[in-house]
């Protein structure tokens, strides 16, 4: 049965920072491409960063420099550091995985003085 599951979402103000962790079950995860996508209130959904199985990391260029994409082979795991969180980083934070095109349930992550 395939499951993503995120956590590490929250409150946070801006400039601080937030790691989100997405948990992989029937997946074959080692060997697949992994992303997250981030929806806004009233925006479409958006890719934020991905990442190959052999490590290769891309980003929006909106986060370029403040997030980390990275993956843990062994714990069938993903996360997202996200630093120097700003107002705009507001929004539904999925893990997802193409080659199944399998959605997490999504995480809350709110930026705000």
């Known amino acids: 049965q395939v499951q993503l599951v995120e956590s590490g979402g929250g409150s946070v103000q801006p400039g601080g920072s937030l790691r989100l962790s997405c948990a992989t079950s029937g997946i074959s995860f080692s060997i697949r491409r992994m992303a997250w996508y981030r929806q806004a209130p009233g925006k479409q959904r958006e890719l934020v960063a991905s990442?190959?199985?052999?490590?290769?990391?891309d980003y929006v260029d909106s986060v370029k420099g403040r997030f980390t994409i990275s993956r843990d082979n062994a714990n069938r795991s993903m996360y997202l550091q996200m630093n120097s969180l700003k107002p705009e980083d507001t929004a539904v934070y999925y893990c997802?995985?193409?080659?199944?095109?399998?959605w997490g349930q999504g995480t809350q992550v709110t930026v705000s003085s």
């Open positions: 997802y995985c193409p080659y199944k095109a399998a």
């Open positions: 990442i190959t199985s052999s490590g290769t990391t």
